[in-house]
C-alpha cells in the first residue's frame, strides 16, 4: 500500500508526529512523508522531527515539502500519485482533555477519495 | 492551547456563587457545592462518569472505560482546577469544571448525569461555576461545543458565552467575568 503522512499541523507536536509516522510505517509498503508548512522556520524544525523518527525507527520513507493550503495539497498529491491512505495526527485534546479537529483534519476528511487513517 | 483566543468585550455576570440549594423541575433536592477532595466524592464522581450514557459523550470526554474515566478525573481534580458537583443526597447528579488552560485563563466543561438532564440542573451548575471562578480571581473561560449540539449552545449563550471561533469541527465559545489584571 502506497501511504501519505501529512505532518506540520499547527499544534503537531514531536510525539504526535512520531506516532503518526510509526503507524504509517506498519501500514505501508511505501511511504512518503509531506511536511506541510509554509514557514521556512517551522519547516526546518519539523524535517529535524521527520529525520529523526526515521532513523530512529530504521524507516524507509521519502519525504517532501508542499507549501500552500495542506488540506488541499494532501488531497490533490493523494489524488494525482494515486496513493492508497492519507495518515494525519487525528486531533489534539485540549487541557479538558476534550478532542480537537484543526481546519487540516477536517478539510482532508471530507475531501479525500483515499482511505484517511487519524492517529492518536 | 492558544494564546490568540478571542475574548468579548463586555463583562458577564454576576453570577450566584456555591454552595447553592434549589428544588429541580422534578422536586429533587439538589445540593451544588465544590469538590472538597476527598475519596468519597471522588468516588461518586466516577460512579457518576462510569454510568454515563455514551451517546452524550462529546468530543471523546468523559471516556469510556473506568481506568481511562480514573485517569481523566485525576487530571480534572487537580489542585490549580475548580470543580463543582451537583447532588442529590449521595448521588453525583452532575459535574462542572474549570481547568487551566496554561495561559492564565480556564477551559470549562459540565456534564449532567441523563436521569437528572433537563430539569434546570444544568443552568446552576454552569452559572454556580462562573460565580466560583469569579470569586477565585479568573477573568476569562472558554469552551468548544460540537455545532450540532443546539440544546448546548443555546445554554452556553443564555449565560453570556459568544461564539469566538467557528473555522473547525467544534464552535469555540469565550465569556469574560472580569477586566484583564
Known sequence: ????????SPNDSPAAIERTIQRAARVADELTVAICNPD?????SLAATVTETLEEHDITAATRHVSGQPGSELVDIAESEGFDEIVLAGGQT????KITIDKTVEFVVLNAHTTVTLVR | MNSERRYPETISGPFEEPPIHFSDREDRDIEIRPYDGSEAEYEALAEMYVEFDPSDRAQGIPPGRESRVRTWLDGILADDCYN??????????GHSTLVPDGDDDYELAIFV???YQEAGIGTHLIESLLGYGYSEGINCVWLTVERWNH??????????FETTGAESFELEMAIRLAEDD
Open chain 1, 1 to 8: 500500500m502506497n501511504v501519505l503522512v501529512g505532518v506540520g
Open chain 1, 40 to 44: 521556512a522556520d517551522t519547516d526546518v
Open chain 1, 94 to 97: 485540549s487541557p479538558m482533555g
Open chain 2, 84 to 93: 463543582l458537583i451537583a447532588w442529590d443526597g449521595d448521588t453525583a447528579a
Open chain 2, 113 to 115: 448525569l441523563q436521569d
Open chain 2, 151 to 160: 440544546a448546548a449552545v443555546s445554554l452556553y449563550e443564555k449565560v453570556g
